[in-house]
């Protein structure tokens, strides 16, 4: 395996994937490294579904916005917020769980379980010397996801990861200054500091997608973002999740 610290420092998205599945033995590591992940006291709201069956995967790769890389590589992984079987430990223990599970904190709480356990079972498949990439897309229709792979109430389906073979390694993206992300004491809020940082990486950035594309992009971080942001997208999602009995509270 891969040192930790360069593992994790050497992360980049994989969109190419060699047409070669993952074995069981991969899948159980990449999982049972998920579980190792901390979680809030101990209540392990998440589930991990393995997509291995071509159609849904196809299907999947149509929700996601037609990203291909979805279909085609090593294995697909869902990633859900899960509180339903606590559900079902509330009927088993003879208890009301409803107020609780319907609160903001525990949908909190199994947002970060979720995200916390996503992310050791990326670097683990990198430490295993494979790809792969997270997939938002599958948050475009969730009701479709959730009759696809069969979701009951109180489960999201919150992302995709997309694990196999690299095909096509790109470079590694530049990150945000260290010092406009690490703030010691109290957030820092000089705005001459803050804009002037914000500058330097807009050039950074530009200049990386000039040299990526040949000249065919030039785009700076701060005009990406405000173009984005500015767009309403899944605006749905306060309504499913309510629908799917979670943050009512």
């Not at 992984?77 to 088993?92: P, S």
């Not at 470079?171 to 406009?180: A, S, T, V």
Request: proline share 3%; glycine share 4%; with cysteine.
């Amino acid at each position: 395996m891969k040192d930790v610290i360069s593992t994790i420092l050497n992360h980049r998205s994989i969109r190419h994937f060699e047409d070669k599945p993952l074995t069981d033995e991969q899948i159980h590591t990449i999982v049972s490294c998920a579980q190792a992940a901390a979680t809030s006291s101990f209540i392990q709201s998440y589930s991990i579904i393995g997509v291995k069956d071509k159609n849904k995967k196809k299907k999947l790769a149509e929700l996601s916005g037609n990203q291909e890389y979805v279909e085609k590589n090593g294995h697909f992984f869902v990633f859900c917020a899960d509180l339903y079987r606590h559900t079902l430990i509330g009927e088993k223990e003879q208890k009301n769980l409803n107020p609780s599970l319907e609160s903001t904190e525990k949908f909190m709480v199994a947002l970060i379980d979720t995200a916390l356990a996503a992310q050791n079972a990326a670097i683990a498949a990198e430490s295993l010397g494979l790809g792969i990439c997270y997939i938002g897309g599958i948050r475009n229709n969730l009701e479709d996801v959730k009759e696809l792979l069969n979701i009951p109430d109180r489960v999201i389906p919150l992302f995709g990861l997309a694990v196999g073979y690299p095909a096509l390694i790109t470079d590694k993206k530049p990150r945000l200054p260290f010092e406009h992300v690490y703030h010691e004491d109290e957030y820092e809020q000089n705005m001459e500091h803050f804009y002037h940082q914000l500058d330097e990486y807009d050039q950074l950035i530009s200049d990386y997608y000039k040299t990526r594309t040949n000249g065919q992009r030039k785009d700076r971080w701060t005009e990406q973002m405000a173009n984005m942001l500015s767009k309403q997208n899944r605006m749905y999602m306060k309504e499913f999740i309510q629908k799917n009995k979670l943050d009512l509270h």
